[in-house]
């Protein structure tokens, strides 16, 4: 099979497990967490987490857990958050993962969360480390609109940093929003609210994104044929691979030998 027919069955199946996440959007949730940076943590281990947010697509509901509102809660000051970041850490992940408990059967629609520096898998590594047992979300369940967008669209949909030139593209309200960079710094200044608004934020964005993917309103640099990955090729294939083409093509070929054969008499 060629690797345009490839992409245009990837595409359409991308789309349409995006139709059903949408048609399912009483049950689907868009996630998103903020971390320590991932090249600045020491030994080897797996970035702290600060803040988690997950929102539900259809009534836009959002549930937070962020180690800044565990400390409140403790009535623990915010300077003194660093001296009791584990605890404070496990506590906010354990609220996480007592709601993903319940909501196991959802979609879990996310962006880039797909390995241990930065993922589901990340999350979950946290948790033990710190005593606790994780609850997995099946793979199924999971949606990369990240991946989704460059599967339909194509790799060059959109100039990097992705995220960021989409929001600017679709004009879509990002105040509240860090860079990965930015977030970095916000963690090492203890900044854990600024970092706890930046995660509601990108929620809510991702969820627009997301329904303008949806209803086909999404603006992109992807042209009309790479949006339909529209290629010569994908015809020969089509015709090579689907018995009614192969017999069209053979009757055609059949009856221009024979009209051929005709002129000779």
């Known amino acids: ?16 497990k995006l139709d059903g996440i949408w048609e399912q959007s009483n049950s689907s949730l868009i996630v998103h967490y903020s971390c320590e940076s991932f090249y600045d943590t020491e030994d080897g281990r797996t970035p702290r987490v600060t803040s ?8 836009g509901q959002t549930e937070s857990f962020s180690i800044h509102k565990v400390a409140e809660q ?6 003194e958050i660093h001296n009791k970041y584990d605890d404070l850490e496990k506590e906010m992940l354990e609220e996480f993962f007592d709601f993903a408990r319940t909501h196991q059967h959802f979609n879990w629609v996310h962006w880039n969360m797909r390995d241990i520096n930065y993922g589901f898998a990340a999350l979950e590594h946290r948790f033990r480390v710190l005593g606790g ?3 997995v979300i099946l793979e199924d369940r999971k949606f990369d609109l990240a991946r989704a967008l460059v599967s339909i669209y194509g790799l060059g949909y959109i100039e990097h940093p992705r995220l ?20 970095a710094k916000a963690f ?5 609210v600024k970092l706890h608004q930046s995660t509601l934020r990108k929620v809510d964005i991702l969820a627009n994104i997301f329904e303008r993917t949806a209803d086909g309103s999404i603006k992109t640099n992807a042209s009309w044929l790479e949006r339909y990955a529209a290629h010569p090729k994908i015809l020969v294939e089509v015709i090579r691979e689907h018995w009614v083409w192969s017999l069209i093509v ?10 051929r054969v005709a002129d000779w008499f």
């Not at 090492?188 to 854990?192: P, V």
């Not at 053979?250 to 009209?259: K, Y």
């Open 74 to 79: 403790q009535r623990i000051p915010f300077d």
């Open 164 to 183: 960021q030139k989409l929001i600017d593209k679709n004009r879509i309200t990002d105040r509240g929003f860090l860079s990965g960079a930015e977030e």
């Open 188 to 192: 090492e200044d203890k900044e854990y």
């Open 52 to 59: 988690i947010a997950v929102r539900n697509l259809a009534s």
């Open 133 to 135: 047992d994780p609850v």
């Open 1 to 16: 099979m060629s690797r345009e027919l490839k992409r245009i069955r990837r595409r359409k199946a991308t789309q349409k």
């Open 250 to 259: 053979m009757v055609a070929i059949s009856v221009g030998l024979f009209s």
